[in-house]
């Protein structure tokens, strides 16, 4: 069954854009678990505009289900990981200078590199995951790289979605049977809602979890956060 991972950075983002500590950022964590959510997902920038890295440490303790911390593994990141040492770490090539995240790996490129990081994390007993295009060639690098999953970045299937185009698919099906011949597991996210959740996860084999944050938050505005948790879990279990 695919998990549910909630992504809380915009959480954080509307804390600190007023100071202060509404909304309160562990009392969401605690509550979208007590709701149903499988997984808190935090992805922590260098400039700390939305989850701060203290934040990252509060939230170990809260986390009861799977902790999920997603970043570009510079040393400042590496060395939080390390530290808290959260269920999954999911690697993302994200530069400082990006509102949020517009890329994956290029798994080819950066062979050794990934190796190196990837063996690190998991010599500290964390899984690891790779933020990831549906390249079958970067898929099988990826599988070189000894990751345990990749994250099948979403948003152009969302783009075409949204536009009419279900083809749009196509490549995330072939790139996760790909992966799960690999043998790695399969993770995927942005700009997953709603509206395309069901269809995605029915045309993907072997899907493990999802990471959401900016359309669940966003749609919680409407329909409130318990609701819309019961919304996409009822999505992916049926």
């Known amino acids: 069954m695919t998990k549910l991972s909630v992504n809380i950075n915009k959480i954080a983002t509307l804390r600190n854009s007023r100071g202060g500590n509404v909304p309160n950022l562990l009392q969401v964590a605690k509550d979208v678990q007590e709701f149903g959510a499988e997984g808190v997902t935090i992805h922590p920038r260098p400039d700390e505009r939305h989850i701060r890295y203290q934040d990252a440490y509060d939230l170990k303790p809260v986390v009861t289900t799977e902790y999920n911390i997603e970043g570009n ?14 269920t999954q770490v999911t690697l993302v090539p ?7 995240s517009n890329a994956g790996w290029n798994t080819v490129v950066h062979q050794s590199y990934l190796q190196e990081v990837i063996a690190e994390f998991k010599r500290a007993g964390i899984r690891t995951s790779i933020f990831i295009d549906t390249d079958l060639k970067l898929i099988e690098a990826a599988a070189k790289t000894g990751t345990d999953r990749i994250e099948l970045y979403t948003e152009n299937f969302a783009t075409e979605f949204e536009r009419g185009n279900k083809e749009a698919i ?34 993907i084999p072997n899907l493990a979890e999802v990471s959401i944050g900016h359309a669940l938050i966003s749609e919680s505005i409407y329909l409130g956060i318990q609701n819309v948790v019961s919304m996409y879990l009822h999505k992916l279990k049926g």
């Open 73 to 86: 593994p510079i040393k400042k990141f590496m060395d939080l990981v390390l530290d808290i040492k959260p």
């Open 170 to 203: 196509k490549p995330y099906t072939e790139a996760a049977i790909l992966a799960h011949e690999l043998g790695l597991g399969i993770n995927a996210g942005h700009d997953l809602s709603l509206e395309n959740i069901q269809f995605f996860k029915q045309n």
């Open 94 to 100: 994200d530069g400082d200078d990006v509102l949020t």
